[in-house]
């Protein structure tokens, strides 16, 4: 199993910051890349052939499809594109489908806006509306389900209205926030009890669409239990799909049974837009921290999401509260940060990419010669105990060494992920003959996917490993890498057949001879 040797880069970079066109794997250049990854959210921006390579090369790992803004038939496309850039770029890509989830919305308003005083009343209405003062719900049950006292609220919680008596048919609602609603505008409904599924008819089409199209990521928008996460991966599972699924932590709900939910999911996001409006929004820092912390306890990877350099949808500089919530993000121990509307619809998708691993750099220099994270993965029964005890060695290894740098070869990726969690400082190479494994990577902090050729032992990892890290000025002889294999590399081929994770090398460069 030896690493990839990449083919020489070809053309010159032309007049933009990051070149397109290149054949040169971004491992080449990874010092120059943060190790908490990006995810960016593909839209009008962002969707053609030479954005979104520039974006790759300047930070982005995953890229985001928003089923909410574009069904399988424009979201192929973009799969198509980025696949594309991929092959061209000779670098894993991640992909990962953002099902639209049970958003509610209200219908359309006289003059499409109006101004909400405070304690004026007015009226949601099942059927049609026939006064300014009341409005209609794309979804058709809320006036039954609405309940004497809760709160509705609107304009991504601008708007706070709550319920004060009920009629047949009709929900009469008090102003208790004013401001401006506009037609077709969320509605959040914290902490009252609907029947709406997780998964509507609609996402269901869209998650089969996304295990046909091979994608490597998928979220569920309004987890409440982990039945729901479980529904979804049947789906996936039945359509032949080993997508992971992607938990978005934004209903009351959900944090009263983290816990649970994490542990059946693959990874979560924090999506702190609609989570700041079903809850206290000055509870957001601490359940954001919260969840991060349940996370690592359960080694899943954790993005924080919504607005993280919102300011650069028309700016190329962010406001320096957005630096900060990001690098307080990265100290927290986000492995991804994700950006929304700021490279779907924003002036400077590259730009904001670039900034973003900037900022994620800068932060990461701060705790460089941290000792590796001492969390061993109890609670996460998904390692063997072995591999569990040899990635926790080699992590400290690497440590104490000093070493230039660590390469694990890991089929399925757990292992990868173990040696993520751990967040020790040293650049970490993860090889496999997968490449849905390679993709998997890209959302594992400090892991930098590299495809690779196959091996039949264990010294030949080590061969290909000395010779590349010096080819690319990762190490010099005498310098020490450290390698975590199984033993079936080790013993050749029919060791091991369980593929556990038992042995780690330090090598001593050689010189790449």
Aim: hydrophobic fraction near 40%.
């Amino acid at each position: 199993m030896g690493l990839h040797t990449p083919p020489p880069a070809s053309g010159a970079p032309g007049t933009k910051p990051y070149p397109t066109n290149t054949a040169m794997p971004l491992t080449e250049d990874l010092r120059h890349l943060a190790r908490t990854k990006i995810v960016a959210t593909v839209g009008p921006s962002s969707q053609d052939h030479e954005t979104l390579s520039s974006m790759v090369q300047a930070g982005a790992d995953v890229f985001r499809l928003n089923m909410a803004h574009g069904g399988p038939d424009v979201q192929q496309q973009n799969v198509d594109t980025i696949r594309r850039v991929s092959e061209e770029l000779d670098t894993p890509i991640g992909i990962l489908v953002d099902l639209a989830g049970p958003k509610f919305r209200l219908g359309e308003i006289d003059n499409d806006r109006i101004f909400c005083e405070t304690d004026a009343e007015f009226w949601f209405v099942e059927g049609s509306s026939g006064a300014p003062n009341e409005f209609t719900c794309s979804y058709a049950p809320l006036v039954r389900e609405l309940s004497v006292g809760d709160q509705v609220m609107l304009a991504d919680g601008t708007v706070s209205m709550v319920v004060i008596g009920k009629e047949k048919g009709r929900a009469q609602m008090r102003v208790v926030q004013r401001g401006v609603i506009r037609s077709r505008q969320g509605i959040n409904l914290p902490g009252v009890k609907l029947s709406a599924p997780a998964i509507s008819v609609v996402d269901h089409q869209h998650a089969i669409w996304a295990a046909e199209a091979g994608v490597d990521f998928v979220s569920l928008s309004f987890v409440r239990a982990p039945d729901e996460v479980r529904a979804l991966r049947d789906i996936l599972r039945s359509n032949n799909s080993e997508a992971y699924v992607i938990s978005k932590i934004e209903k009351r709900e959900a944090i009263d049974r983290i816990e649970e939910v994490v542990a059946a999911s693959d990874a979560v996001m924090v999506a702190r837009g609609d989570l700041g409006v079903e809850i206290d929004v000055a509870e957001m820092p601490v359940q954001q921290k919260r969840i991060i912390n349940t996370c690592h306890r359960y080694q899943k990877p954790v993005i924080i999401a919504t607005q993280m350099l919102d300011s650069m949808h028309e700016s190329l500089r962010p406001k320096r509260a957005e630096v900060t919530d990001v690098a307080n993000a990265v100290l927290d121990g986000a492995d991804a940060c994700m950006l929304s509307g700021e490279t779907a619809i924003g002036q400077y998708p590259v730009e904001t990419v670039a900034m973003m691993n900037r900022i994620c750099l800068a932060t990461e220099a701060s705790i460089a010669d941290q000792p590796p994270r001492q969390n061993d993965g109890s609670v996460s029964p998904v390692l063997h105990d072995i591999t569990r005890a040899v990635v926790r060695g080699a992590g400290a290894m690497a440590h104490s060494l000093r070493a230039k740098l660590v390469v694990v070869a890991s089929y399925s990726g757990k292992t990868a992920l173990a040696l993520s969690q751990q967040r020790h400082s040293t650049p970490t190479i993860g090889v496999s003959q997968n490449e849905t494994t390679l993709r998997r990577m890209c959302l594992y902090w400090g892991v930098t996917p590299l495809r690779e050729a196959p091996a039949e032992d264990m010294q030949e990892l080590i061969r290909h490993a000395d010779t590349w890290a010096c080819r690319v000025g990762f190490a010099a002889k005498g310098d020490r890498i450290v390698i975590l294999g199984g033993s079936h590399l080790a013993a050749g081929p029919g060791g091991n057949p369980k593929g556990v994770h038992d042995v780690v090398v330090v090598h001593e460069v050689e010189g790449g001879s």
